[in-house]
C-alpha cells in the first residue's frame, strides 16, 4: 500500500471517528434524586438466662425431682438426672428461620450403662430430637434439658467413671424458611 492510500485510509478513520461522537455532546442535561432510606439489617441473637440446674428426675428413690449438685453427688446405676437451662432466642427480619441445636458436648464415650440425651423446647413446644425451629418476631423462651441416665448395671460396672458434659453448646443458626 503507498504512502497516499495508507494517508486517505487514516483520514478517513478519523471522519468516521468524529461523526460517531458527534451526537454524544449535548447542551441539555436532567438528573434527579431519590431517597431511598437506609437499609438495616435483621438480628439472631441466643442469650442465657436464669440459673442452669442438675435435678435428680428418678422416677424411684430418694432425691427424685429435686436439686443435685455433680460435684457432691454421685450418680449411681437406676439414676437419671436432668441439666436444665434457659435461653432467650431473637430471630429478626424477612426469609429469616433459625435452627436451635443442643451439642450434649460428650467427651468420648460415656461409661458402660449411662446415655445421654439433649432435646430442646421453644416457647414451651418440644420437638423430636435436639433440633428444634423459631421464628421471627417476638422473643423465644429456649429451654434445653440434657438427661444422663444411668442403666441398671452390675458388678463394679462403671464405678468412678466421669460423664464428661462440660462442653455442652446451645447453637442457634439461620435458616432459609
Same mark, same amino acid.
Given at each position: 500500500?503507498?504512502?497516499? +492510500?495508507? &494517508?486517505?485510509?487514516?483520514?478517513?478513520?478519523?471522519?468516521?471517528?468524529?461523526?460517531?461522537?458527534?451526537?454524544?455532546?449535548?447542551?441539555?442535561?436532567?438528573?434527579?434524586?431519590?431517597?431511598? *432510606?437506609?437499609?438495616?439489617? *435483621?438480628?439472631?441473637?441466643?442469650?442465657?438466662?436464669?440459673?442452669? +440446674?442438675?435435678?435428680?428426675?428418678?422416677?424411684? &428413690?430418694?432425691?427424685?425431682?429435686?436439686?443435685?449438685?455433680?460435684?457432691?453427688?454421685?450418680?449411681?446405676?437406676?439414676?437419671?438426672?436432668?441439666?436444665?437451662?434457659?435461653?432467650? +432466642?431473637? +430471630?429478626?427480619?424477612?426469609?429469616?428461620?433459625?435452627?436451635?441445636?443442643?451439642?450434649?458436648?460428650? &467427651? *468420648?464415650?460415656?461409661?458402660?450403662?449411662?446415655?445421654?440425651?439433649?432435646?430442646?423446647?421453644?416457647?414451651?413446644?418440644?420437638?423430636?430430637?435436639?433440633?428444634?425451629?423459631?421464628?421471627?418476631?417476638?422473643?423465644?423462651?429456649?429451654?434445653?434439658?440434657?438427661?444422663?441416665?444411668?442403666?441398671?448395671?452390675?458388678?463394679?460396672?462403671?464405678?468412678?467413671?466421669?460423664?464428661?458434659?462440660?462442653?455442652?453448646?446451645?447453637?442457634?443458626?439461620?435458616?432459609?424458611?
Amino acid at each position: 500500500m503507498n504512502r497516499n +492510500a495508507k &494517508g486517505a485510509l487514516a483520514a478517513g478513520a478519523a471522519v468516521v471517528v468524529l461523526l460517531g461522537g458527534a451526537g454524544s455532546y449535548a447542551l441539555w442535561s436532567d438528573s434527579a434524586s431519590n431517597t431511598p *432510606g437506609n437499609v438495616t439489617t *435483621g438480628e439472631l441473637k441466643l442469650t442465657a438466662s436464669g440459673t442452669p +440446674a442438675w435435678k435428680d428426675i428418678s422416677t424411684d &428413690g430418694v432425691v427424685g425431682g429435686t436439686t443435685v449438685n455433680p460435684l457432691t453427688d454421685f450418680l449411681v446405676p437406676k439414676d437419671t438426672w436432668e441439666y436444665t437451662s434457659t435461653y432467650t +432466642a431473637v +430471630a429478626t427480619g424477612k426469609n429469616m428461620n433459625a435452627q436451635v441445636t443442643v451439642n450434649p458436648g460428650t &467427651g *468420648g464415650t460415656p461409661p458402660t450403662g449411662v446415655t445421654i440425651t439433649p432435646a430442646a423446647s421453644v416457647d414451651g413446644t418440644a420437638p423430636t430430637g435436639s433440633v428444634v425451629t423459631i421464628t421471627p418476631g417476638t422473643p423465644h423462651t429456649v429451654v434445653v434439658k440434657v438427661t444422663v441416665a444411668f442403666s441398671d448395671v452390675t458388678g463394679t460396672t462403671s464405678q468412678n467413671s466421669a460423664v464428661n458434659v462440660s462442653n455442652m453448646s446451645v447453637s442457634l443458626n439461620q435458616v432459609r424458611p
